[in-house]
């Protein structure tokens, strides 16, 4: 702070003339506004990952914290581990069950050690419960078969709540 | 030498003095907090579209007890690649209505679609379930779209109709409770 004050008043000190710093103050002053308008306390945000462009929705609801799950062009995350890749536009094999194709085992697996922690904190601490809540981002271009893979999964973990990232699309 | 204070705002008024307030401490704070906003700052609104999905349970299922004036809905959507929609009303395990919605071009035909739910929504204006199926093949942003479309009316303006008991409704809601109805076939 001290450091743009110094600055200023050499500057007036060497060259004898007053530098107007009014407008300078009124311009800053409308982009504090702007800034703070548009200020997010959110944890949930877009994640800049290759391959995941969302859809946008008009009739979408403001965001409540949950368990985040990505499902881009390139793979399956959660928690920002690949869990399964996607090649053009189909899981691979390997990380399908043999006896049930709609099945992804190490999501399934993760999932599973999620819903365990929870589970065990709630065995402490009786504010806390295990909803089965999924905050799911997804690209838009993704096929259906691709998303019913992984809702299955979801719903084979005991996942039953699932939201759906979208842009706002009213503005 | 008292201070006295009618003659320095005399002095002021007169303009003798070339006092100015100092705004560069004002403007150093600025600088500090604009960065830190940016940072915080999020310019994609993001959103989210509730739906359940259905989850195995251990528990025995009880069949939920029917009141006297509930009726047995089931209105379905199906999509498939070839942007052709298909809704089916099954009421009281009666098969009421199944209409094929043709693409608009090479695009599914939303307007079409919204037409034939609202015709649904005012026969049945207490009923809020869709079960949407979409087939393999059809894209997650037209998913979206459809759920959109299904929700609310075009542009969200308030429709207005006389329901079959007669009273005057006014809704801007068709079926906002949309279920993926396939996900475990």
Known sequence: MSIVHDIVKKAQKDSGFTLQLTAMVDMFTIMIVFLLKSYDTSTLEVKNVDGLVLPSSITAAAPEEAMLMLVSKKGVFLNDKRLASIVDNKIEAKSLAKEDEDFIEPLFKELNIEAEKIEAIAKRNSTVKFKGTIFMQADKGLDYSVLRKVMYTATMAGYGDLRLAALDGEK | MFFNLK??????????????????????????????????????????????????????????????????FNLSLFANKKSELVMELVVDNKRLKSVTIKPD???????????????????????????????????????????????????????RFVSSTGENLETTFLFPDVVFGNITN
Request: hydrophobic letters at 40%; aromatic letters at 6%; zero cysteines.
């Open chain 2, 105 to 159: 071009g090479e695009k599914f035909d939303f307007i079409k679609l919204q037409e034939e739910l609202f015709a649904v929504k005012k026969k049945y204006p207490k009923e809020n379930r869709l079960k949407l199926m979409p087939g393999d093949g059809v894209p997650y942003d037209i998913i979206v779209k459809l759920i959109d479309s299904s929700r609310v009316t075009p542009e969200k303006k308030p429709m």
């Open chain 2, 7 to 72: 003659d320095f705002i005399a002095e002021q008024s007169e303009g003798e003095t070339d006092w100015e307030i100092d705004l560069s401490p004002l403007l150093a704070l600025m600088v500090t907090l604009i960065p830190v906003l940016l940072l915080q700052t999020s310019f994609a609104t993001l959103k989210m579209i509730e739906t359940t999905l259905p989850v195995l349970s251990d528990a025995e299922q009880k069949p939920e007890e029917k009141k006297k004036d509930e009726i047995d």
